[in-house]
């Protein structure tokens, strides 16, 4: 949907390991679009609303089974998307959100082991058909993720989990990316800052986006 100013609501989710550097972007995304003359909504998964906030922090600091997991994930996801997401989209702002499923599916599904079908179910089941427009996924090895965090920040959860699980995750996203070619676009995270930015930027350029 269009609003006053003829934009359409546009849906952009940064995935990746922890340490991939997708906040280091987001926020000089969001600034750009801003003096581009976007209306930008900033949120993150899990998270985004007071609720999906308050799950956040059972997920991230309280151990639990991974069926658990996952639904505790896509309760926050679905009052995320009804309170913030969808009402933005129809509004014709562009949301900018520090992950969404795909992170589910790489760190549940394939970090955890959880049984990828039903978080195909549960995906269908609260999202509706709602997908992002674009996905950037920051692939980047697990030992560099490591070293570029070291010292950086207290870990959580899944942030103490060792290389071997990140191995599996970015494999998840890898997986991901190859069954939604048309929304993925695949960053080399291990450039310096810059040439990750101008890949970035590239490919938003390329589909009309800045
Ligand atoms: N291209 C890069 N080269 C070196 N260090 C980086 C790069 N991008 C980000 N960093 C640093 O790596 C750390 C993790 O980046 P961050 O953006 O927080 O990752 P994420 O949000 O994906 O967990 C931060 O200290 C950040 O300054
Ligand atoms: C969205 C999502 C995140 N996560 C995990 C990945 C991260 O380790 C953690 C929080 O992500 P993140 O927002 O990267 O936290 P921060 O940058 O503040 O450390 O949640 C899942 O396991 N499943 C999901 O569906």
């Known amino acids: 949907m269009s609003n006053t100013a003829g934009h359409t609501g546009v849906f952009i989710s940064f995935e990746g390991i922890d340490g991939a550097g997708k906040s280091t972007h987001i926020d000089t995304l969001a600034a750009r679009l801003r003096s581009a003359g976007r209306d930008v909504v900033l949120t993150r998964e899990p998270g985004g609303t007071a609720l999906a906030e308050r799950l956040r922090e059972l997920v991230l600091h309280q151990p639990m089974d991974p069926l658990t997991e996952s639904l505790l994930i896509f309760a926050a996801r679905r009052d995320h998307l009804q309170q913030v997401i969808e009402p933005a989209l129809a509004a014709g702002r562009v949301v900018l959100c520090d992950r969404f499923t795909d992170a589910t599916f790489a760190y549940q599904g394939a970090g955890r082991g959880f049984d990828t079908a039903q978080l195909e179910q549960l995906e269908r089941w609260v ?84």
């Open 127 to 210: 999202q509706q058909g709602r997908q992002p427009d674009l996905t950037f996924w920051f692939d980047l090895p697990p030992e560099v993720a490591a070293e570029r965090l070291s010292g950086a920040r207290v870990p959580d959860r899944f942030e103490q989990q060792p290389a071997e699980f990140f191995r599996r995750v970015n494999d998840g996203y890898r997986a991901r990316a190859q069954t939604h070619p048309q929304r993925f676009i695949r960053l080399d995270a291990s450039q310096q800052r810059d040439a990750v930015w101008a890949d970035l930027e590239a490919a938003l350029t390329r589909r009309g986006l800045l």
